[in-house]
């Protein structure tokens, strides 16, 4: 992939941490202008490449990193408008920052759609925290990308760029053959001619068809597909080169050319998805259905897990059954061994539920089913969790259900103790029904406590997924969640201090 030169020669470090009291103590953005939910919910149309963005991308990338949020707000006084800021934002980060290993430093261009949905499902006068947050992420990985030798996006080769007519063969060759120049050329002409789904539905099949990377490639892949909603398509041509890049990360030799064990669950699903009956979307609800996929998810190999998706389908289990086993068998791998791996489990799930949602090829839908189901095991062997010990998602007991303390008193008690934060939690969903406030109090959180783009990700992972889960999954699903959200004792953000002082 062509590369520019370097532009950068500076960034400097965040200002010190001053603490907060008390979780409602955001006061200090009624400074700023309200951000209505209709504004967080862009609309593409409305949102053009124009002259105005590229000095908006030009200033995230020059200002250094303790100017850059007071410069920001200084310029969303002057009439800034979120689209704009999270367009430039995006933009910036596709640009300057490496998407390889799909992860690490250019987690702060994955994490611009958790924070924009963050920014979505908050209280007006909260919603331009996350987006302050993610600016300064971004700010600390370009200042990586710079040591490890300031990578640029470049021009394309405009020479080998195929037809409107040819791209999407080219394309799907390039990609199955691991050519990286081929796959650049290909993926403008095919993001110059082609409707927006054709593409998508290409690069999901490809996101998801190998386990390197945690995950992550099928991760990029939704959230570029989300945030292009958002900034609108006409910025697809340089989001989508950086992300079939990412596709094509991987160790060693060319993997079309030897059998890499983390290619193999792809390949066997990619055959085995004729097994899948013609009515395979018209299933009913089972609740044993799920019981056992989550058996063969805890328990077996993946084949076992993506062999047995199959077999259900055949007794007619529906596909949300199905899915219901899947997210609980992330949220068991979390809470039996909190890490990294396991988050992972859990957002890349999101991430291959959000394109199964959202494709519209028959085949590329199978797939990403069978996908999922086989990549649990894989998790669960990569954070190294015992099949056979732990917690169980379905069947461990609610505490007593919080009383005076009411929500606070969860917050409180995760900081000391997860797994009775955890039991609290079921209860509480059991007896007040009230999912709103816990999630409230756990995105606020978040922007108190979190240092981290997988606080940002995960959280927006797993409160979106509580809403597609039926009771009484969801109710512990949500409850799994608390082994990665933040409690009331950890040590306020930097950041959010920061930008208190900087209004």
Not at 106 to 131: C, G, K, M, T, Y
Not at 411 to 420: C, I, N
Request: charged residues 25%; aromatic residues 8%.
């Amino acid at each position: 992939m062509p590369t520019g030169l370097p532009r950068r020669k500076f960034l400097g470090s965040a200002a010190a941490v001053t603490t907060l009291a008390t979780l409602g103590d955001l006061d200090f953005l009624s400074l700023l202008p309200r951000v209505s939910a209709a504004e967080s919910k862009l609309n593409p149309r409305t949102v053009r490449f124009t002259p105005e963005i590229e000095p908006l991308v030009r200033l995230l990338e020059d200002t250094p990193r303790e100017r850059l949020l007071e410069e920001v707000g200084t310029r969303i006084r002057g009439g800034l408008t979120y689209r704009d800021l999270l367009a430039a934002l995006f933009l910036a980060g596709v640009r300057n920052i490496q998407p390889r290993p799909v992860g690490f430093k250019f987690h702060a261009v994955l994490v611009v759609n958790s924070a924009h949905l963050a920014s979505q499902n908050s209280p007006e006068a909260d919603r331009w925290l996350p987006i302050f947050w993610a600016l300064d992420q971004f700010k600390g990985s370009q200042a990586r990308d710079v040591r490890e030798g300031d990578w640029t996006l470049g021009a394309v080769d405009e020479s080998a760029v195929p037809s409107a007519g040819r791209a999407r063969a080219a394309l799907t060759t390039a990609l199955e053959q691991w050519d990286v120049g081929a796959t650049d050329a290909a993926t403008a002409g095919l993001v110059r001619s082609a409707a927006p789904q054709e593409v998508f539905d290409l690069l999901c099949r490809h996101g998801a068809r190998d386990f390197r990377d945690l995950g992550h490639k099928a991760i990029y892949v939704a959230n570029s597909w989300r945030t292009l909603q958002s900034i609108g398509w006409q910025h697809a041509e340089p989001v989508l080169r950086s992300l079939t890049y990412a596709i094509l990360d991987h160790e060693g030799g060319n993997p079309a050319q030897r059998d890499a064990e983390v290619d193999r669950a792809g390949r066997h699903n990619a055959e085995k998805l004729n097994l899948i009956p013609g009515s395979w979307l018209e299933g009913k609800a089972d609740a044993d259905g799920t019981k056992v996929l989550l058996r063969a998810l805890r328990d077996g190999s993946w084949e076992n897990g993506s062999g047995t998706v199959i077999e259900l389908l055949h007794r007619g289990v529906a596909t949300t059954s199905l899915w219901a086993a899947i997210f609980s068998g992330a949220g068991e791998l979390l809470m039996r061994r909190p890490g990294i791996a396991t988050l992972h489990a859990v957002t890349t799930t999101n991430a291959l539920h959000y394109a199964f949602q959202h494709a519209r090829h028959d085949e590329t839908r199978r797939f990403l089913l069978l996908q999922a189901a086989a990549f649990i095991p894989q998790f669960r062997a990569i954070a190294g969790v015992n099949a056979q010990q732990g917690i169980r998602i379905d069947d461990f007991e609610p505490a007593a259900a919080p009383t005076m303390g009411g929500v606070e008193e969860i917050f409180a008690d995760l900081s000391r103790d997860k797994l009775l934060a955890a039991r609290k939690t079921l209860a509480w969903l059991g007896t007040s029904g009230d999912a709103t406030r816990f999630i409230t109090a756990a995105q606020r959180m978040i922007y108190l406590k979190g240092t981290d783009s997988h606080d940002y990700k995960f959280s927006s992972a797993a409160l979106e997924d509580y809403r597609h889960l039926s009771p009484p999954v969801r109710d512990r699903f949500l409850a799994a969640s608390v082994f990665w959200l933040k409690g009331a004792g950890a040590p306020d953000s930097a950041l959010v201090a920061r930008t208190r002082a900087a209004l």
